[in-house]
């Protein structure tokens, strides 16, 4: 089957997580991805640990051909090329690169590619149909334009860590790197849009994404703002505030967790506690009710789930229906035979060693019934696709590409 983005060429100018998760994401879909580094350092999270190779993962290099978990993860379906934009010839050959693309992406600090000469106003002139893909901490207009963006201080500014944790806590940061996440799938998002458009019109454009714009999107689909002003906390835990039961409850082994989003959901966990007889009972007969008496009713739960195992729990939960799951940890999660055999986990592969045993990636977590989308290709050396990328793209010769490599421009 075919790739969706097949016949498409990105130019990935993007560093850390946000933009490399974007171009990842158009990767798995077809779109062949030249990520442009800078020569002998690369990217930075090619020396954020841990690493893997031949000897294994540690949390340390142990060998010169080592690569990081992230650029194992976030290298494939991908080509790597060497490139000093801060030399008069890295920058021609950057907007010569720009020529023949569909797509450029980065996500420096706004302003940083201008200063470089390789900015959208300078490649559009050259690529009419270019689609130019600024991802920045908080975009590129306003007075926090300039503010350097790592995804704490995204998430500490949108509100994220103040609805995150437990009522009595001090804010905290979700376990996962959000703000980098969510910019990364909006500019993913906002590309193929732009393609679209493109296709309709022939013209490229400008895409502008932020992780503050991103972050807010996912944070204000709730409504933090109105049960603020009615005085209610709005770090609940594990409690969402419009629905009674949503909680993790505790049992002889663990946890579970119960999201009760109905009356019905109601009835079916009152039958599973066998409490049929709190049925009918005016402090739960309907979700404000049992909203306002969350205490209540998650003491009633806990009461009951703590006299047996997560798993008994849970399949007389199942049993009746009621939408609940065992709290797992990660190591857990990824011994899933059933997410293994769906292929939403697969094994980390390195380009020399091959697979590395005991660790896993993501799978592409969209499937399609008439195109093809994954990852087939492993994550490459710094700079392994120059002579490919200049020869074929550029048509440079390989005594060319060895001038410039002697010259410090790749």
């Not at 490139?83 to 693309?101: D, Q, T």
């Not at 926090?144 to 963006?149: I, K, Q, S, V």
């Not at 729990?313 to 990660?330: C, T």
């Not at 697969?346 to 093809?372: L, R």
């Amino acid at each position: 089957m075919t790739k969706p983005l097949e016949g498409i060429t990105i130019l990935d100018a993007t560093t850390f997580l946000s933009g490399p998760y974007a171009t990842l994401l158009l990767a798995g879909m077809g779109a062949r991805v030249i990520k442009v580094e800078q020569p002998k350092s690369g990217d930075p999270s090619r020396i954020s640990p841990p690493f893997a190779g031949k000897n294994g993962a540690a949390a340390k290099p142990l060998d010169k051909e080592d690569l990081s978990f992230g650029m194992l993860k976030r290298g494939r379906n991908k080509e790597s090329i060497t490139l000093n934009l801060k030399h008069e010839k890295g920058k021609e050959i950057f907007r010569e690169l720009a020529k023949r693309v569909d797509v450029v992406v980065e996500n420096f600090r706004p302003g940083t590619m201008d200063k470089l000469g390789v900015g959208y106003d300078v490649l559009k002139v050259l690529n009419p149909g270019l689609i130019y893909c600024s991802l920045s901490g908080f975009g590129l207009s306003g007075s926090y334009r300039d503010l350097p963006a790592f995804d704490i201080v995204v998430q500490a500014m949108s509100g994220l860590m103040s609805i995150n944790g437990m009522p009595d806590s001090a804010p905290v940061k979700t376990g996962v790197i959000m703000g980098d996440l969510a910019g990364g799938m909006f500019s993913a998002l906002g590309i193929l849009g732009a393609l679209r458009y493109r296709d309709l019109t022939g013209k490229g454009q400008l895409v502008e994404t932020s992780m503050l714009d991103a972050l807010l999107a996912l944070i204000l689909d709730e409504a933090p703002d109105f049960w603020a002003s009615e005085g209610h906390s709005v770090r609940m835990g594990n409690r969402l505030l419009r629905l009674t039961p949503f909680n993790s409850y505790p049992t002889l082994d663990g946890y579970i967790v119960i999201a009760s989003g109905n009356d019905q959901h109601w009835e079916r966990l009152l039958k599973a506690m066998e409490r049929e007889d709190l049925m009918g009972d005016s402090r739960f007969n309907n979700q404000p009710q049992r909203t306002a008496n969350a205490d209540g009713v998650d003491a009633i739960i806990s009461a009951w789930s703590s006299t047996m195992t997560t798993q008994d729990a849970v399949n007389i939960l199942i049993q009746y229906e009621v939408p609940s799951g065992p709290v797992r940890d990660v190591i857990d999660v990824l011994k899933d035979q059933e997410l293994i055999k769906r292929g939403t986990l697969v094994d980390i592969q390195h380009p020399t060693a091959g697979t590395i045993k005991g660790f896993k990636a993501w799978g592409y977590p969209i499937k399609f019934s008439e195109a093809e989308a994954g990852f087939d290709q492993l994550a490459p050396f710094l700079g392994a696709n120059n002579k490919e990328v200049y020869r074929d793209l550029l048509g440079l010769t390989d005594a060319e590409i060895e001038e410039l490599r002697a010259n410090k421009v790749i």
